[in-house]
Nanobody, 119 residues
Framework: QVQLVESGGGLVQAGDSLRLSCTVS????????MGWFRQAPGKEREFVAAISKNAGSTSYTDSVKGRFTISRDTAKNTVYLQMNSLKPEDTAVYYCAAKWITSQTYNYWGQGTQVTVSS
């Protein structure tokens, strides 16, 4: 059974940084494309970033480009989201997700970690 566990959320001030971690168990993380999503209160969940199976490519939503960096450590079965220059509009619950290469949608989700950015 594949499980994803996020950590690293918290309350920070605008301009600060946070690093989120997502540890994969039950299967090696290198089996998946990994992504980060977020959901703010009253809004739909949105894509934030993704990293390919071999870390050869990454993608980001426009609002975080240049501020967020997704990376993965296969040896630790962990994916990271480094978030710099945080803004109040980044406040959301952040979810880690995993997708089989052949899948059109994400197959596994973590429970989420809260990120709150105060102005």
């Amino acid at each position: 059974q594949v499980q994803l566990v996020e950590s690293g959320g918290g309350l920070v001030q605008a301009g600060d940084s946070l690093r989120l971690s997502c540890t994969v168990s039950g299967r090696t993380s290198s089996s998946f494309t990994m992504g980060w999503f977020r959901q703010a209160p009253g809004k739909e969940r949105e894509f934030v970033a993704a990293i390919s199976k071999n870390a050869g490519s990454t993608s980001y939503t426009d609002s975080v480009k240049g501020r967020f960096t997704i990376s993965r450590d296969t040896a630790k079965n962990t994916v990271y989201l480094q978030m710099n220059s945080l803004k109040p509009e980044d406040t959301a619950v952040y979810y880690c997700a995993a997708k089989w290469i052949t899948s059109q949608t994400y197959n596994y989700w973590g429970q989420g970690t809260q990120v709150t950015v105060s102005s």
